[in-house]
């Protein structure tokens, strides 16, 4: 069994030979389903997520929607703070799939941690997509956990943001998020303590973390969670170490969506628009 | 549909990422397999100083700090490597001989691997926390390497490749890389890199890659006191060659079971899992205690026993019931048995010896010749060990084992060493140095129990000195108690006020310090302590309210106020967790300055003190209990004798001397509460040893004195301890720290009870504190006023020890301190030598708003385990303190040959044990010791008498007051100076 975060003072390396400020390697692509409106396959290291967009289209019953395809998982978060009438509303329904983790796990109807990440980040799209432009309808937005490594909610923000670009929604900007910790317990009170960019599983596990998602490359923080105990002296570095990955994170997306939209316009599959100008297509 | 595949072409990244996947196998036996990834990296640095690339690309931390470098530029060199060396040791190397990297002498520069880190984690924590310490230490000169991290010496798993095997590549790989690297500094002197291993394999292979490698012993013998480590390293190194030259050799020991087959025996009830302890009169005999069964299981006879040693965790087998056997009544000592055993030949000698097989024998008869199936104990076999409990011991080589030839020369010879606790058997040592080692204080560890070896083998660590002197039997005892008597270091002196003795109160009240204190200097406060106590913790007053109440005060050492929580200090304090007072020295918790001096309440000077005050009516009822950090100066330090003439003296009528009346008096009543609701007063045969106080030797031993005025502080220390716990409880329902004292289980008081019924008609009944307490005062014989105090020391010893324990962990009822009779209690009045107090004091504070709540002190976890580790130190504490009277008072005896009055305590069938509380001491008196021709006996269970006939006409019996003449002996087994006793 490797070492524990403990060994992080040894050499300043983590326990995937990471250093505080790495990102791991994120991965990801959009219209990976051809069929659905938006889509979109994200890793970041081995977190594996998939999300699938159907809509804006009108709000039919809510079972026959693609929300509550999910099987294990009833039902979907529906986020938006506007009434029904003004503008769309997002529904966010999150398949975690049981072969996700080492333990084969069926997760429970109704489970309340599902719940609040679906609830989070359908509040998290809602403020960026210009809902009020589809009033009467609704954005079905499906996420399919196929591997878990920690930084999960991170990992579904980023696809859903994605899917919603390839679903051609309107929005401010990219919702980017990323997780920050700190290399020791809540216990230990080290003082010295450094930040740490991007938990992994075991980071996760044995360090405290939050999840943090800003609003494009602004300072706007459009989601912070923190479910750990933490010395609020350790917050401030804590965040602006995530706040920092969340812009890293919002390059990587931003290239994913401009090398799609190159290889798309090359293709032929769509015609050069006025909105494509400054991009260098040859 | 797109193709979800990851592409690794088109990743600059992808040759940097690869995995880690390995198997592992959870508690409840489930097996999972984990996936990791790992980053490649080229910036991790060699931590030579002669490197200077890798300096430009060192990592920093998130403050900007790089990692200093660790590796001397100049290193030492060997007789082999005259251009110094840089070592890197294999995981098997630093598992056998982790003593000789602790060498002062040697081993500096030394690059731990990654890899081996991990493998010695896996296999042992100590070991890898003893390393862990050793890279921390500033001039050691140890370094870790990440070597799976860098991209140049990462290693993957070949198909058909063991674990092992590609470990040991890695570790070849890396040692080739370092080789290489620092051929490219272009230094003048480039050192070698030497791999330190003991596999054969391995330094095969690494000779032939063309690296430098040597078996510990190759590189020791090029050392120059080579001779002197070559003892430290373990025996199992040549066991592969030992094995070789002897195929014929016969397994004495059954197999251990293997890990799984316990595990699921144990889940299925069919096997059991325990601490193996050894009982102290008899070495093949040992007892479990397992949660299946109410009483003990009995481990009898060598091959049962199975090569486990005291204190290890083992898992048994029940042996069938006609099997069963009554626990010994005879004294076995390993040294009379097996006195003439050859440390060389090994086996030769059938496994149970003619001379055991005797001892055993009589069991045997006595078990068959009565028929009282009824008394007979289950027993077990030991099928295996889960966990060692090998430590260090202290011991002394056996004279008897050592040959001729190997007192003279520097040949390798093997050699006994008799371990000073009795419960360990003899530890086979193989070394060069018989000839300065004999008579000496040494510690050794044992290494491994082969089946085939009948004694467990072991190697030298270091020789503290002459048997009987001072300074080696102190050092051994702390040893042998695992107390961290070094020093303070630096980091945790830094941590004083930097006035030092000169810092005083602050004169001015708008100070920060007296934020929230209460200014308590007007009060007539006095603290009353042993004679030459240093240390004061606690000092007392009470005055006269208007109302005809009574306010009484206990103010104790603000010591948390200098010992901030997590700092270097409070760390090294929570490790000691107390302080030990050995006859002729204190080991400190806290360095002296605070101890003796900032937080020690002496007169006539301020101190801030954490008080807590009462309202009493004269009846000693409290009306109201008040909790305050305070600044006092207390009027006078008196010693008990002192304080105890003061209030006889009728003629003293000042303010001082009436407080301490009222004291007096409402201590009694206090105490008579106490005693109302159910309180023991326990008994421990306890012994002053006094010293010329210029050579500081010692001259006389006497029996402590009990005064009316120790009471006094007890009963208000104790009321003080009951209303803090009450307090942060209050305030802390899951994380007070609390101290508890189990009720003991009614069997534990089974054989006296049966005792006092059949020799003096005596009924003791345990249903509860209460009834214990009267039944103990009826324990009296007029005859003997002795007796009760008799009783009363073998009633304590039934009892369970009370604990340090985390409110959350238990729940109310189970917080009941039996002895004291208290419904919640915790000891918060000695905080400058006890740990436990100076948590309490923290949560105090916090619970009544002084200060904010420290994380470190609501973490559960973290409060668990320091309660953990503070109830063994408590303990060892104790132990200490006992061993080192039992030492002086030997020293003491010496030459000298006195007549005294003694009780019989225990009887076996071959020798019982007498007590003389003269000076607090119990010795076994053999019936060999009787007559010099051992006398005929007959034992009679039943009626517990003794009787002998023959060369000498005694019948001994329990109770009985006997008359012994005490004189001084060396205890050849034990090397300790004891008392020998004679019946008169």
């Known amino acids: 069994m490797p070492l524990d975060t403990s060994a992080y003072s040894l050499a300043l390396l983590r326990v995937d030979g990471r250093r505080w400020n790495e990102l791991r390697r994120i991965h990801a692509q959009i219209r990976t389903q051809a069929a659905a409106d938006g889509s979109s396959y994200l890793e970041i290291g081995h977190t594996k997520v998939m999300c699938v967009v159907t809509g804006p289209s009108e709000p039919g019953s809510r079972r026959g929607a693609i929300g509550s395809t999910g099987g294990g998982v009833g039902g979907g978060a529906v986020g938006g703070g506007a009434a029904q009438s003004k503008g769309a509303e997002v529904a966010v329904s999150i398949v975690i799939a049981g072969f996700s983790s080492v333990d084969r796990k069926r997760t429970a109807r109704g489970d309340k941690r599902i719940l609040e990440l679906q609830s989070t980040i359908s509040n998290a799209l809602a403020a960026s997509l210009h809902t009020h432009l589809f009033p009467h309808s609704a954005i079905n937005i499906s996420l399919h956990v196929l591997s878990q490594d920690g930084s999960l909610l991170a990992a579904l923000i980023n696809a859903a943001t994605l899917a919603c670009v390839d679903a051609g929604i309107p929005m401010t900007d990219y919702v980017a998020a990323c997780t920050a910790g700190s290399t020791s317990t809540y216990a230990a009170n080290d003082e010295a303590a450094d930040p740490l960019l991007d938990l992994n599983h075991q980071e996760e596990q044995e360090l405290p973390g939050l999840t943090v998602a800003t609003l494009g490359g602004s300072d706007r923080v459009a989601v912070l969670v923190c479910e750990s105990r933490v010395q609020v002296s350790r917050l401030e570095g804590m965040l602006a170490v995530g706040v920092d990955g969340c812009k890293q994170v919002r390059e990587i997306l931003d290239r994913v969506v401009r090398e799609k939209g190159r290889r798309m316009v090359q293709e032929g599959t769509v015609e050069k628009g006025v909105g494509l100008n400054d991009m260098d297509v040859d | 549909m797109a193709s979800l595949k990851r592409s690794f072409d088109g990743d600059p990244f992808a040759a940097n990422i690869s995995s880690k996947v390995y198997v592992r196998s959870t508690k409840s036996g489930k097996v999972q397999k984990i996936v990791r990834e790992v980053y490649l990296r080229q910036d991790i640095p060699c931590s030579s100083r002669l490197c200077h690339g890798c300096l430009n690309t060192a990592p920093k931390d998130a403050a900007g700090q790089a990692i200093h470098f660790v590796l001397s530029d100049a290193p030492a060199g060997t007789s082999v490597f005259p251009q110094g060396h840089y070592l890197v040791p294999d995981t098997n190397a630093l598992l056998n001989a982790m003593d000789l990297f602790e060498q002062s002498s040697a081993f500096y520069d030394v690059i731990i691997l990654q890899i081996v880190l991990e493998e010695l984690r896996n296999r042992s924590l100590p070991l890898y926390n003893r390393l862990i310490g050793l890279t921390k230490s500033e001039d050691k000169r140890f370094y870790v390497f990440f070597n799976e991290f860098r991209l140049e010496t990462h290693v993957a798993r070949l198909d058909g490749e063991s674990v092992n095997d590609r470990n040991d590549r890695a570790v070849r790989k890396a040692v080739a890389w370092y080789a290489q690297h620092l051929a490219r500094t272009k230094a003048r002197k480039i050192p070698a890199v030497v791999m330190l291993s003991n596999d054969r394999d391995n330094l095969r292979k690494a000779r032939d890659e063309g690296l ?27 066991r592969d ?199 000496k204080r040494i510690l050794v560890t044992i290494d491994a129990w082969d089946r085939g070896s009948r004694h467990p083998s072991g190697h030298f660590v270091r020789s503290l000195g002459e048997l009987e002197t001072k300074a080696a039997e102190t050092e051994a005892l702390l040893l042998e108690y695992d107390v961290q008597y070094r020093p303070f270091p630096k980091t945790v002196l830094d941590c004083l006020p930097k006035e030092g003795h000169d810092w005083k109160v602050p004169a001015s009240i708008e100070d920060p310090g007296w934020k929230d204190r209460e200014d308590l200097r007007d009060l007539l406060i006095c603290s009353i302590d042993p004679i030459g106590c240093q240390d004061i913790d606690d000092a007392l007053h009470s005055r006269p309210l208007p109302n005809g109440n009574i306010e009484v005060g206990v103010h104790i050492a603000d010591v948390s106020h200098f010992v901030k929580p997590n700092n270097a200090m409070d760390n090294e304090a929570s490790i000691r967790g107390t302080t030990v007072y050995l006859v002729d020295k204190r080991i400190d918790m806290l360095p002296m300055l605070l101890g003796t001096d900032l937080c020690s309440l002496k ?136 101290r508890r004292h189990a009720a003991p289980p009614k069997t534990n008081f089974d054989e006296l009870s049966n005792q006092l019924k059949v020799k003096k008609g005596l009924e003791l009944s345990v249903e509860s504190s209460k009834a214990l307490a009267d039944s103990l005062d009826a324990c009296v014989d007029n005859s003997d006023p002795f007796f009760n105090t008799l009783v009363r020391i073998m009633a304590t010893r039934c009892m369970m020890s009370a604990e340090y324990f985390c409110s959350g962990t238990q729940a109310y009822p189970e917080f009941r301190h039996y002895g004291l009779a208290s419904e919640i209690y915790t000891h918060f009045t000695s905080p400058i030598r006890r740990y436990a107090d100076l948590v309490a004091h923290r949560q105090l504070a916090a619970a009544i708003d002084y200060e904010a709540v420290h994380p470190s002190v609501r973490s559960r976890g973290r409060l668990e385990a320091v309660c953990k580790n503070i109830n063994v130190r408590h303990r060892n504490a104790q132990l200490a303190g006992r061993a080192s009277i039992a030492y002086y008072v030997g020293q003491a005896l010496r030459g000298k040959a006195t007549e005294e009055d003694g009780f019989v305590m225990k009887i076996f069938s071959n020798g019982f044990v007498v007590l003389v509380p003269r000076f607090g001491i119990e010795s076994l008196i053999r019936l060999r010791d009787l007559a010099d021709t051992e006398p005929q006996a007959t034992y009679d269970a039943e009626s517990y008498t003794l009787k002998t006939t023959g060369s000498r006409e005694v019948t001994v019996e329990l109770f009985q007051k006997v008359r012994v003449r005490v004189t001084d002996q060396k205890d050849e087994t034990t090397g300790k100076r004891g008392v020998k006793m004679e019946l008169v």
């Open chain 2, 212 to 238: 430098h490698a040597c078996s510990l012993t190759e590189y020791v013998k090029q050392l120059k006191d080579g001779d002197r480590l070559l003892d430290l390293i373990p025996e199992t190194e040549d």
């Open chain 2, 603 to 738: 007169p006539y000077v301020e101190r801030y003190a954490f008080s807590v005050l009462w309202e009493m009516t004269p009846d000693a009822d409290i009306v109201g209990a008040r909790f305050t950090k305070s600044v006092i100066k207390s009027r006078e330090a008196f010693s008990y004798e002192q304080a105890q003439l003061r209030v006889d003296d009728g003629s003293q009528q000042d303010d001082l001397t009436r407080s301490i009346r009222t004291l007096l008096a409402l201590s009694r009543k206090l105490r008579q509460k106490r005693m109302d609701a159910g309180a023991l007063s326990l008994s421990s045969p306890e012994v002053k040893v006094q010293m010329e106080s210029e050579t500081s030797d010692p001259i006389d031993v006497k029996t402590k004195e009990h005064l009316d005025t120790m009471s006094l502080v007890e009963e208000f220390m104790l009321l003080a301890n009951t209303s803090v716990a009450a307090k942060i409880y209050d305030a802390f329902p899951q994380t007070a720290i609390l």
């Open chain 2, 241 to 439: 060659a030992a094995k070789d030259k002897r195929p014929g050799e016969q397994n004495l020991y059954p197999e251990y079971f293997t890990m799984s087959k316990m595990m699921t025996g144990v889940k299925s009830g069919l096997l059991h899992q325990g601490i193996f302890n050894v009982s102290p009169y008899n070495y093949l005999e040992g007892s479990i205690r397992v949660p299946a069964f109410p009483k003990a299981l009995l481990v009898l006879g060598r091959e049962n026993i199975n090569r486990a040693v005291d204190g290890d965790l083992v898992v048994v087998e029940v042996l069938p019931k006609d099997q069963w056997k009554e626990p010994s009544s005879q004294v076995i000592e390993e040294e009379a048995v097996t006195k003439n055993e050859n440390p060389d030949a090994e086996g030769n000698e059938g496994f149970v010896s003619e001379k055991e097989r005797k001892a055993l024998q009589e069991d045997v008869k006595r078990t068959q010749s009565k028929t009282t199936e009824g008394h007979a104990q289950p027993t077990a076999k030991i099928v295996g060990v889960v966990k060692r409990n090998w430590r260090q011991y202290v011991g002394h080589i056996d004279q008897s084992s050592v040959s001729q030839s190997g007192q003279q020369g520097r040949k390798q010879d093997s050699v006994f060493v008799i371990p000073m606790d009795k419960k360990i058997p003899k530890i086979r040592l193989r070394t060069r140095q018989v000839a300065e080692l004999l008579g």
